[in-house]
């Protein structure tokens, strides 16, 4: 490595677009920044030692109250671009499940609230590159 050589710091993430066959999703509303106050996609931070799978059905039940398996969880994407979060550097591996419609929700851990939203029907404005994750996993689920 020569002196003007540097290494940048980057996180691993994982999102869940949790879908119902009625073409609704889950959404959380962000308690803090960035984006605080704005609806996300349940997801967060890999821990050592876990997979992006694993991460994402943890984060989905610690955000929503949502159980799913680890299997059940179809990877649609990986999103890396460099200004996607005004933290620093964050990599996201996204996953899409299925869910029965009803299922109950309650809002945990860094959701001030959770909610199903419509596909045809989303807030105005997602956080972060999330809408484009959403287009992308709406894409290619019936």
Known sequence: MTENE???????????????????????QRGWPPHEGAWALPGGHVDPGE???????????????VQVTVDSLRQIGVWDAPERDPRGRYVTVAYVAVVPVGTTIIAGDDART????????LPERLAFDHADILSAATARTP
């Open 51 to 65: 997979t992006s799978r694993d991460a994402a059905a943890r984060e989905l039940e610690e955000e929503t109250g």
């Open 114 to 121: 959770t909610r199903w939203w419509r596909v045809n029907d």
């Open 6 to 28: 540097t290494f940048e710091t980057i996180r691993y993430t994982a999102d869940v677009v949790a879908l119902t066959p009625a073409r609704e999703v889950l959404l959380i």
